[in-house]
C-alpha cells in the first residue's frame, strides 16, 4: 500500500505549456509538502498546506499554484512552463508540522 | 530562516571504515531529522532528534545532537556497500545539500 502516491513519475513537455502532478497520502497525516530538487539533488520546500489551509509559501514564482481539496490531497498546478522548471518535484505529508516526513516516489519533469 | 549545512558534500570510504557526517544549523530548532534517498529514489526517513544530547541508532548508523553548538553529526561504523547513496540531514523543512556517501570493497 502506497503510503505517498505521486502522479505521474515523469512528465515530458514543452516550454510554455501547463501540467499539473496530483499528490495523495493515505497515512492521515494533516501536514503536506512540495519540494524541488535540482539537478544537483538540492531539495528546496516550495509550500506547505495544514488541514487544506496554506502555511508555508516560499519565494516560488506565481506560475506554481498548489490546491488541496482535502487534507489528503496536494496537487501542484505549472502554467508556463520554463526550461529551469526541469526538476524532481517531491510531494511530502507528515503528522504535524515538526515531524518526519514520507516522501512519494517524485515526478521527474523535463521540459523541451 | 533556519540553514543546514552539511559536510563532506562528497564522501568515499572502503568497507569497514568508520566515519561522520557532519550538519550544522543555523538558528534554534526544534528537532533535527536525518533522510536517506537512493539513487532516482524518494527520501526515507532515518532519525528524528528532539533534544540536547540525543542520541539514537539503527545498524551501523547513529545520529546525534547538540543544540549548544548546533551541530548534529550522523556517525558510520563498519560500512558496508548497502550504506551507498545520500544523507541529508534537515530541520523546519530546511534540507542540507546532502552528502554523497559512496563505500567500495
Known amino acids: 500500500d502506497t503510503a505517498v502516491s505521486q502522479t505521474p513519475k515523469y512528465l515530458v513537455t514543452q516550454m510554455g505549456n501547463d501540467k499539473s502532478i496530483k499528490c495523495e497520502q493515505n497515512l492521515g497525516h494533516d501536514t503536506m509538502y512540495w519540494y524541488k530538487q535540482d539537478s544537483k539533488k538540492f531539495l528546496k520546500i516550495m509550500f506547505s498546506y495544514n488541514n487544506k489551509e496554506l502555511i508555508i509559501n516560499e519565494t516560488v514564482p506565481n506560475r506554481f499554484s498548489p490546491k488541496s481539496p482535502d487534507k489528503a490531497h496536494l496537487n501542484l498546478h505549472i502554467n508556463s512552463l520554463e526550461l529551469g522548471d526541469s526538476a524532481v518535484y517531491f510531494c511530502?505529508?507528515?503528522?504535524?508540522?515538526?515531524?518526519?516526513?514520507?516522501f512519494g516516489d517524485g515526478t521527474r519533469l523535463s521540459i523541451l | 530562516e533556519l540553514k543546514v549545512e552539511q559536510n563532506p558534500l562528497f564522501l568515499s570510504m572502503q568497507e569497514g571504515k568508520n566515519y561522520t557526517i557532519y550538519c550544522n544549523y543555523s538558528?534554534?530548532?526544534?528537532?533535527l531529522y536525518w533522510y536517506r534517498q537512493d539513487p532516482g529514489k524518494s527520501l526515507e526517513s532515518l532519525f528524528v532528534?528532539?533534544?540536547?544530547?540525543a542520541v539514537k541508532q539503527e545498524g551501523r548508523l547513529m545520529a546525534s545532537l547538540d543544540t549548544k553548538a548546533r551541530l548534529s553529526t550522523l556517525h558510520i561504523t563498519a560500512a558496508v556497500h548497502d550504506l551507498s547513496a545520500t544523507y541529508f540531514c534537515?530541520?523546519?523543512?530546511?534540507f542540507g545539500a546532502g552528502t554523497r556517501l559512496t563505500v567500495k570493497p
Open positions: 538558528t534554534t530548532s526544534d528537532r
Open positions: 532528534l528532539l533534544s540536547n544530547g
Open positions: 534537515a530541520g523546519d523543512m530546511r
Open positions: 511530502a505529508s507528515s503528522r504535524s508540522g515538526n515531524q518526519p516526513q514520507h
